[in-house]
């Protein structure tokens, strides 16, 4: 496996371009199923997560055709997805097992095409993840739902029925799921408690594009009005928010200054206000965020991870590792998974100084300097979070494990050496 070395101590300064964002990019893909015409998305970034989903649509019979694109300063995907017929409605272990996201196509091939096999995700390093929102919502819409060696085999008769529906947590993954489901269906579906994420109200935005009837985009009750069918479209999806942030914790984290592109700061208030309160300067545009923390003394600041519009988990890791070279104690409380502090004993290892009070908990103290060594990524956002400190560190980290950081983070140590990082990539034959 790769692994990732940074001598530590470099301030970045430059721009950073920000990639379309990978969580709007999972589910609008999945989006495409619901028509038989082509659907064609442009600013998906290149991860290894798009090609994990797009070898799933393949094997359900997708056509996809992709095309290199240069968009607003910057190399992206145009991929058009047509699926006139599937050719499998089952979406095996192996494909899932890879990407939790596939999880996506459940609710478009029910609602299209009647049935479907999905091979159930399980947990993961942050916690359990379960689908139940997700399979009872879609009962009481009137699938028939059986669990069944490992998989989730749903049927419906004809069309899934309109249903008012109440989720008993925000999840971004159900509301997904539902709203794909209920375009298609006879009636109107009320979901309560809705995510109210910005990658929810983009894939809002393709489905009414596509024909669908959905209003309380941004809110938390969405109201779906079925129709019969769904058209072809072309849609730009938004860019991520979430590695807009951790490019912001870059430049905060080196005392340097990054510019970042393509980056809305709408979709950023928390993270943002918390780095002001740090002592962080922050300038915006509709478009680009500036990030200074030149010459700053930096001081620790609480977080709590919450549902949009709340600081999201996302960030968590990223921030802790901020908050342990930032002055005085910061506390930090993880509300939505219930085993995300695994890169605190790597951050240990490098010097720094975290309690952790149960599995929620964990109280930083900044300490004046961290030190380079071997650690191991656990997730995705773990992976930057090691990054991060690798950059401040005084020597060389070198982080295991990288092929997290593929999944989430469009070309890592090519935006991050533009800006005049000491990193690169060891490559596992190397
Ligand atoms: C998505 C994001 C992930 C992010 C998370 C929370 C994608 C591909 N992933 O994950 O990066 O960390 O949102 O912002 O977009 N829950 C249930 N039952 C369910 C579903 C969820 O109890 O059926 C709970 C979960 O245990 C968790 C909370 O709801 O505590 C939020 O989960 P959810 O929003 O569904 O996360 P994902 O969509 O999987």
Partial sequence: MDKIKIIGGNPLFGKIYVSGAKNTALPIICASLLTDEPVTIQNIPFLSDIT???NLLLQIGTKIDIKEEELNGHLTQTITYHTPQPTSLIAPYDYVRKMRAS???LGPLLA???HVELSLPGGCAIGARPMDIHLTSLEQMGAKIEIKNGYVIADIDERLKGAQISFHSASVGATCNILMAASLAEGTTVIENAAKEPEISDLIDILNAMGAEIEGAGTSTLTIHGVEKLHGVTHKIINDRIEAGSYAVAAAI???RLELINANPEHLHNPLDILRNMGVSIETTPNSIIVDAQNRTLIGQDIYTDYYPGF?????????????VSQGASMVTESIWENRFMHVPELMRMGANINVHGHASAIVRGVDKLSGAPVMSTDLRASFALILAGLVAEGET???RVYHLDRGYEKIE????????NIQRIKESD
Avoid: H, I
């Avoid at 090519?414 to 990082?421: C, I, L, M, T």
């Fill in 414 to 421: 090519e935006k991050f050496r533009s800006v005049g990082a």
């Fill in 254 to 256: 080196t005392k340097g």
């Fill in 312 to 324: 999201p988990t996302d960030l968590q890791a990223q921030f802790m590792a901020l908050m342990c």
């Fill in 52 to 54: 994990s989903l797009n």
């Fill in 112 to 114: 299209k095409y009647r």
């Fill in 398 to 400: 070198v982080v295991n």
């Fill in 103 to 105: 999880y996506y196509v």
